[in-house]
């Protein structure tokens, strides 16, 4: 089994168990469907830590974080 967590300073946000290895495009629909919509720095939910991992390192990922960065601290 394979865990995603995420985390806050307040504690779990949720967390996504997997049964087997976690692949990329499953990575990149935890991050579409329960990353919520980040703040830009240093606002609430600013900052995303990944590791090494392999499946951190695609294409499409950054383009989901970038996508998601500073889209919901806007000035209405």
């Known amino acids: 089994y394979m865990i995603l967590?995420?985390?806050?300073?307040?504690g779990y946000l949720m967390c996504e168990v997997f049964?087997?290895?976690?692949t990329?495009?499953?990575?990149?629909?935890?991050l579409l469907?329960?990353?919520p919509v980040m703040c830009l720095y240093?606002?609430?939910c600013s900052v995303l830590i990944l590791?090494?991992?392999?499946i951190h390192h695609g294409l499409a990922v950054w383009d989901?974080?970038?996508?998601?960065?500073?889209?919901s601290c806007l000035p209405k």
């Open 5 to 10: 967590p995420l985390l806050s300073i307040d």
């Open 64 to 71: 989901i974080i970038e996508g998601k960065a500073g889209m």
């Open 24 to 30: 990329g495009k499953m990575f990149e629909k935890f």
């Open 19 to 22: 049964e087997g290895s976690v």
């Open 42 to 44: 240093p606002g609430p």
């Open 33 to 35: 469907t329960d990353v």
């Open 51 to 54: 590791d090494n991992c392999a």
